[in-house]
């Protein structure tokens, strides 16, 4: 089955810079990438997500990169504050939605 | 986006019983599927609750201590059957397909004591 690796475990940046988290995953018929936010008590949320057809894609201060030949995504977030520490995941699917996740990053922002 | 009602939210339960989640939206959706984390953990695939059919389950995971229910296309059930305090955890259900992608319930935090 998928097997998805993900770096840091720990993330902690001052407010303002940048957060870059990384992912690789082994299955070559993965085509779906999906990014999760989780705060504490919460519900996983959908932050960002990518398909294989795509090299990169943004929205806003979150963009996503893809590469599908070394099989690695990362997730990069711009001008971080306070509200973006929180647990985020990768995961890496077929396109049926089975979603293999990676270990979480604890990201905290510091003021 | 799918609006996903997940119930009950929290349980606390004595060994060796069994609890039912419920899950339902307000729209059809093509997938559905039943995930657990375990206390500090990640995410991990239960099952994909299949429509008027028998659910496919993981590595991992039986039927006999997960049955799965899923008459129609918004409504599905976990149970967690015998539990033991192993089975502490979130049980969150996740729809996807068409126009949506992969969303989460608010989950069910189960403690099993």
């Known amino acids: 089955g998928e097997n998805v690796e993900q770096h840091p475990s720990t993330l902690s940046v001052q407010e303002g810079d940048s957060a870059v988290i990384k992912c690789t995953y082994s299955?070559?018929?993965?085509?779906?990438f999906p990014w999760y936010k989780q705060e504490l008590g919460k519900r996983p949320q959908l932050i960002i997500d990518?398909?294989?057809?795509?090299g990169e894609k943004k929205d806003q201060r979150i963009a996503v990169t893809l590469n599908k030949t070394a099989k690695h995504f990362s997730l990069h977030i711009t001008e971080t504050q306070p509200e973006d520490s929180a647990v985020y995941f990768c995961?890496?699917?077929?396109?049926?939605?089975?979603?293999?996740f990676g270990a979480g990053t604890t990201v905290t922002v510091r003021a | 986006s799918a609006v996903i009602s997940q119930k009950p939210s929290r349980d606390i339960c004595q060994r060796g019983t069994s609890l039912t989640i419920q899950c339902q939206v307000d729209?059809?959706?093509?997938?559905m599927f039943w995930y657990r984390q375990q206390p500090g953990q990640s995410l991990t695939l239960i099952a994909t609750?299949?429509?008027?059919?028998?659910?496919?389950?993981e590595s991992g995971f039986v039927i006999d201590k997960f049955p799965i229910s899923r008459p129609n296309l918004t409504f599905s059930t976990l149970t967690v059957s015998n539990m033991s305090p192993e089975d502490s955890s979130i049980y969150l259900c996740?729809?996807?397909?068409?126009?949506?992608?992969?969303?989460f319930g608010q989950g069910t935090r189960l403690t099993v004591v």
């Open positions: 996740s729809v996807a397909g068409g126009n949506t992608e992969a969303f």
């Open positions: 299955d070559s018929a993965s085509n779906y």
């Open positions: 990518i398909r294989s057809n795509v």
């Open positions: 995961a890496a699917s077929r396109g049926d939605y089975k979603l293999s």
């Open positions: 729209s059809q959706v093509t997938m």
């Open positions: 609750a299949n429509q008027g059919s028998e659910a496919t389950y």
